[in-house]
């Protein structure tokens, strides 16, 4: 399967953006999707997941309540809406997949066999 990340962008603080993730190669609706980001010198970091058993959407804490997962089965396309945004938001966001993705390994870049390309976000302030 393969991932196609867009939507990226510089924005002000306090704004919004919507990245998208493109499924190819296999069903979306198969495979739970992850957003992964990675700022300058920082690992790279969970942000949020929906995990197809069970239907459970994770996110991370620092963006709890601001970023929201939908997804169109349509466009086979996973959609990360992210609001409020803010200058720590600012990193290389990464679509991942998995289709055997267990709970304990939901916030674990090992827990995912596919990933696209970042796409750059800029928050300034």
Known sequence: V???????????????????CAVSGG??????IGWF????????????????SGGTTY???SVKGRFTFSEDNAKNTVYLQMNSLKPEDTAVYY?????????SMVRHKDGYAYWGQGTL?????
Do not use: H, M, N, W
Request: charged share 20%; net charge positive.
């Open 2 to 20: 393969q991932l196609q990340a867009s939507g990226g962008g510089l924005v002000q603080a306090g704004g919004s953006l919507r990245l998208s």
């Open 27 to 32: 069903s979306v609706r198969r495979y739970s």
């Open 37 to 52: 980001r990675q700022a300058p010198g920082k690992e790279r970091e969970f942000v949020a997941t929906i995990k197809r």
């Open 59 to 61: 996110y991370a804490d």
């Open 95 to 103: 679509c991942a997949a998995s289709g055997t993705l267990i709970t």
């Open 121 to 125: 976000v800029t928050v300034s302030s």
